[in-house]
């Protein structure tokens, strides 16, 4: 037909008007150039069957796998177009991309006629007559494809000029790193090995300050003894206890007896019932039940303290009732109750103190005090003393019954301080700082066997991201992750560092879990996970919740940079 006929003779046009062609071998790639250099004919490269050269790109397809249009969109399958692209990267583009419409190859071969550049514009910019009847319009590249692979390729070389800055950086900074978690690696090794033997030297060391303590300390118990026998030996010399009539001293007897509940009382039974053993007889269990304390109380005590707590509530209602009668009667009412409490706890206190005397009078005469001299009576006076160190008491009381302040000056035995040997004390403190030492290497041991377990890569990569924390802000949330710490958001913990998700074959993913669980379902504890990219710098750039309570993230580290 018509179209047919312009087409051929556009053909013919084109190629007596100088234009060589290629069109056997265009889109082919240079490794396959030498199948595709054939006298007169062409085997498909299936090797399935041979077809006539000149069936080669004729946009029509001949073997089924698409070999013999390299440079046409007849086939749906093939080997793809080769674009050579001078000045910037050869690609292969699909069959259905060739004459498209639509630039692939930045040479913009893929959309020439029969694989023919189209000629250059005219200086008029209008296009020739051979080009305009091919459909070529006035540009350089026929269809409206420009060659761009000089700026292309530009644009790619300063692109990977970057990404090799960037990966030379991050190689040179992941290295250093590695070096650094090698080296504390080592470290952590000669920590554990010297700790080993500084331990053993320690615990040799405690041992010989333990026995020189003790060694010390009974030298120091002995003159402590010492000291405390002059101190007691002076107090009781202060006391002039034998100014004191017989009496006075039964008095003091007493009086001490029943100042530390049943205990005095009893220790003063056991030195007397010692004491006189040769002598008298003393009754130990009978006098015993004398000691213990009794409550002794009135039942009128309770009445009137009942009728006036009465009285006093009946006075309470009736000034809440300001027109209630009677008031006036009332008050003298309660003044008389008082009145009535105050003479039956009177009554009580003088019953109470009556039974006293009488337990007390009882133990005396048990214990034949009156029968004992005042030499003996100031011996167990003492000696009870002694024994229940109411020192304090004693010397108030000598003091009451000479109607006299306690002398100034004087020392209770109880109170002076305790006696210290300055050798004793030093080894006190070294045994002490020694024992403090072993302490810290034992913290110190824990802490580096604990590091140790920790995953910091197989090169050690990870290990300077121990001691760093990332902050993130988003929106109102602030995030403070430290990966092999704790993990906040807003200061409240979103999880306690886990590990890697798929360690040891992968270290991509950070986990941390069992954070704060207010707020959460069933008070499940918070949990946060890390995806972890390369990066010339330790830096999050993203951070969500996409459930209550768990967070996901992204960030970059140069530990995630290997090669």
Same mark, same amino acid.
């Given at each position: 037909d018509d179209r047919d006929m312009w087409f051929l003779c556009g053909l013919v046009l084109l190629f007596c008007d100088g234009a060589t062609s290629d069109r056997y071998t265009c889109g082919v790639s240079p490794s396959a150039l030498s199948q595709y250099a054939v006298q007169e004919t062409f085997q498909c490269l299936n090797g399935e069957k041979s077809v006539p050269k000149s069936w080669v790109n004729d946009d029509?397809?001949?073997?089924?796998?698409?070999?013999?249009?390299?440079?046409?969109?007849?086939?749906?399958?093939?080997?793809?177009?080769?674009? *050579?692209?001078?000045?910037?990267?050869?690609?292969?583009?699909? @069959?259905?991309?060739? #004459? %498209?419409?639509?630039?692939?190859?930045?040479?913009?071969?893929?959309?020439?006629?029969?694989?023919? @550049?189209?000629?250059?514009?005219?200086?008029?910019?209008?296009?020739?007559?051979?080009?305009?009847?091919?459909?070529?319009?006035?540009?350089?590249?026929?269809? #409206?494809?420009?060659?761009?692979?000089?700026?292309? $390729?530009?644009?790619?070389?300063? &692109? /990977?000029?970057?990404?090799?800055?960037?990966?030379?950086?991050?190689?040179?900074?992941?290295? %250093?790193?590695?070096?650094?978690?090698?080296?504390?690696?080592?470290?952590?090794?000669?920590?554990?090995?010297?700790?080993e033997t500084k331990m053993q030297d320690i615990n040799n060391k405690i041992q010989q300050a333990e026995a020189n303590k003790q060694k010390l300390e009974e030298v120091e118990r002995s003159l402590g003894e010492d000291e405390k026998t002059k101190v007691q030996e002076q107090f009781n010399s202060a006391l002039s206890l034998g100014t004191l009539t017989t009496d006075q001293l039964h008095d003091t007897l007493i009086h001490l007896a029943w100042q530390n509940n049943e205990r005095s009382c009893e220790a003063l039974i056991d030195i007397?019932?010692?004491?006189?053993? &040769?002598?008298?007889?003393?009754?130990?269990?009978?006098?015993?039940?004398?000691?213990?304390?009794e409550e002794h109380s009135r039942p009128q005590v309770a009445e009137a303290r009942d009728r006036l707590k009465a009285l006093q509530d009946q006075q309470q209602q009736h000034q809440e009732n300001p027109d209630a009668e009677g008031q006036g009667d009332m008050q003298q009412e309660i003044e008389e109750a008082q009145a009535a409490v105050s003479l039956e706890e009177t009554l009580e206190q003088s019953e109470r103190i009556q039974k006293l005397q009488s337990r007390q009078d009882q133990l005396a005469s048990g214990l034949h005090l009156d029968t004992l001299d005042s030499q003996l009576l100031q011996t167990i006076t003492l000696k009870l003393n002694q024994k229940t160190r109411l020192s304090s008491s004693l010397l108030n009381k000598v003091s009451e019954l000479r109607d006299q302040h306690p002398p100034e000056g004087i020392v209770i035995p109880e109170d002076a301080p305790a006696f210290t040997h300055p050798e004793a004390e030093q080894a006190r403190q070294h045994l002490s700082e020694l024992e403090n030492e072993k302490s810290v290497l034992e913290d110190t041991v824990e802490e580096e066997? *604990?590091?140790?377990?920790?995953?910091? #890569? %197989? &090169?050690?990569?990870?290990? @300077?991201?121990? /001691?760093?924390?990332?902050?993130?802000?988003? $929106? /109102?949330?602030?995030? /403070?992750?430290?990966?092999?710490?704790?993990?906040?958001?807003?200061?409240?913990?979103? $999880?306690?560092?886990?590990?890697?998700?798929?360690a040891p074959f992968s270290h991509n993913l950070m986990r941390w879990g069992d954070g704060d669980g207010w707020g959460c379902p069933e008070n499940r504890g918070r949990d946060l996970e890390i995806h972890v990219y390369c990066g010339t710098e330790n830096k999050i750039f993203q951070m969500e919740e996409p459930e209550m309570c768990s967070y996901r993230g992204k960030m970059e580290t140069p530990a995630a940079c290997k090669l």
């Open positions: 029509y397809c001949d073997c089924t796998d698409g070999s013999d249009e390299p440079g046409t969109s007849a086939c749906t399958t093939g080997p793809g177009y080769y674009c *050579k692209n001078e000045g910037h990267k050869s690609k292969v583009v699909k @069959p259905y991309q060739v #004459g %498209d419409g639509v630039c692939d190859c930045c040479d913009g071969s893929d959309e020439w006629i029969l694989c023919q @550049p189209p000629p250059q514009a005219e200086p008029t910019n209008k296009p020739s007559f051979f080009a305009s009847l091919l459909g070529w319009g006035p540009t350089e590249q026929g269809s #409206g494809c420009k060659n761009t692979c000089q700026e292309e $390729g530009a644009k790619s070389a300063k &692109e /990977e000029a970057a990404l090799l800055a960037k990966i030379e950086k991050t190689a040179a900074i992941r290295a %250093d790193w590695c070096a650094r978690g090698v080296a504390a690696k080592e470290n952590r090794a000669v920590v554990l090995r010297d700790s007397v019932a010692e004491m006189l053993k &040769e002598s008298h007889q003393v009754e130990t269990d009978e006098l015993l039940s004398l000691c213990l304390n066997r *604990k590091v140790d377990k920790m995953d910091f #890569g %197989d &090169e050690q990569e990870f290990y @300077p991201l121990k /001691e760093d924390c990332i902050s993130y802000t988003s $929106g /109102e949330h602030h995030y /403070e992750v430290c990966p092999y710490g704790q993990s906040t958001q807003g200061g409240r913990s979103i $999880g306690e560092w886990e590990g890697f998700v798929d």
